[in-house]
């Protein structure tokens, strides 16, 4: 078995945090939908949203960021497939909020930041 590198260690640890912080967000986002919907459209939008599509942003992105974390769980254990699950996840998380006009690209250079920090260590990747 191969030795994880100290940078990849730190870099899933990183991620973790990241991951599990916007996690709970959206999980209280999706307990307390009425105020969120309320802020969102008072306070940030211009575009005012109804909670059934509040409801589907946060649920699709705690579904994401949940992707995003097992991700980078098997990346900490070596696996390949997780480092094709970050991707995907990091991808839509970054790319479906510009689709829809509620997208930041602050999160998308995270986001692709992070993406190419853990193909630079593919080579330690196993299969």
Known sequence: ?????????????????????????????????????????????????TKREVLLFCSIGFLLYILSFFGVLLIWR??????????LSASLI???????????????SIMTVLVLLFLAFIGKINQ
Not at 24 to 35: C, E, N, R, Y
Not at 78 to 87: A, F, H, P, Q, V
């Open 78 to 87: 070596l696996k390949r497939i997780g480092l094709i699950l970050y991707i």
């Open 1 to 49: 078995m191969h030795e994880r590198p100290f940078l990849l260690s730190i870099l899933c640890v990183s991620v973790f945090v990241y991951s599990t912080v916007f996690a709970v967000i959206l999980f209280f986002g999706i307990l307390f939908i009425g105020w969120v919907t309320h802020v969102a459209n008072d306070f940030i939008s211009p575009v005012q949203y």
């Open 94 to 108: 970054a790319g479906l909020p510009l689709l829809i006009g509620f997208g930041s690209y602050i999160n998308l």
